[in-house]
């Protein structure tokens, strides 16, 4: 994220109207996704957030109008955290950490929680203090964030998609993974992962795209490969998705179980509130 940059939701750009309203000349509120919070200036009909940063009626108007968006400003420029290029991904605004959209689709559990708490409560699954942590997709980097509150001393941290690259060097809540703890690595797991030595992690964290968009990420062949980087006794923590029931009363996460077994892991156990299952080599 851009020295003085500003990250700001409808929330926001409301109650600085309801202040333009009233009168005020300050108002306090949070310009990083609720991370913390200032009190910047108000006057002439438009919030000051410093000399280059400022935002009048209108644009906060705009701004009010759209719920479902986060809105970047920096140098005096304002856009909306979003790209078009190959689908349509997006990060939405929650009380928290905000979720990344991908063609409509979520890309983390949010239902009852939000996306910072649901990926620390996956690494916790498996993260120890001292390990070395591969996360196979990164995506706005929450997990590998976690990895490292819970005491790993390196994560290796993998994204194949620029567009969430970018996104998440925007994001105020994924600013955590770009320090000297985590490698950063833009590439394909699937091919990357071939690359690493046998028996050099403690811990994975695999949290693929759904199937439809990553399916050689849910396929015996890749399981065999996060066998072989993991330690022995070493654990693996696979969110799957999609528990429904596909047929004969087995579901998805029992197939993707199985797999696992298959490809050399023991102790595969389902974490319902998680939709996946952790692994043991």
């Keep these: ?36 919070r200032a009190t910047f200036s108000l006057g002439d009909d438009h919030l000051v957030l410093d000399s280059d940063n400022r935002l009048d009626r ?42 990344l959209e ?3 689709v979520k890309m983390h559990i949010s239902k009852g929680t939000n996306p910072f708490v649901s990926a620390g409560q996956m690494a916790a699954q498996v993260v120890k203090k001292g390990n070395r942590v591969l996360d196979t997709c990164s995506g706005l980097g929450y997990a590998a964030t ?8 390196e994560v ?26 985590i490698q950063l ?5 699937n091919g990357y992962i071939r690359e690493l030595a046998a028996e050099s992690f403690d811990a ?22 996060l066998f072989r980087v993991l330690k022995r006794r070493g654990s693996l923590f696979h969110y799957t998705g999609n528990p429904h029931v596909v047929r004969h009363g087995r579901s998805f996460v029992d197939h993707a179980a199985q797999r696992l077994k298959a490809a050399g892991f023991s102790k595969v156990d389902k974490v319902g509130e998680l939709m996946g299952v952790t692994a043991r080599k």
Aim: hydrophobic share 40%.
């Design 102 to 104: 991908i063609s409509g």
């Design 146 to 153: 976690a990895a490292l509150q819970l005491g790993a001393r």
């Design 156 to 181: 290796i941290s993998v994204e194949r998609s620029a567009t969430v690259i970018a996104l998440r060097q925007k994001n105020p809540w994924s600013q955590r993974i770009f320090g000297p703890d």
């Design 58 to 99: 209108a644009a906060l108007q705009q701004m009010a109008d759209k719920e479902n968006r986060i809105f970047f400003l920096a140098e005096g420029r304002l856009e909306v955290l979003e790209n078009r290029d190959a689908g349509y991904a997006k990060l939405v605004p929650t009380d928290q950490a905000p979720l």
């Design 204 to 225: 994975i964290i695999h949290d693929p795209p759904r199937l439809s968009l990553a399916g050689e990420l849910y396929g015996e062949s890749f399981y065999r490969e």
């Design 1 to 36: 994220m851009k020295k003085d940059s500003y990250c700001l939701t409808a929330v926001v750009a409301n109650q600085v109207l309801a202040a333009l309203d009233r009168g005020e000349v300050e108002i306090n509120i949070s310009s990083d996704l609720n991370l913390s």
């Design 185 to 189: 690595v833009h590439g394909d797991i």
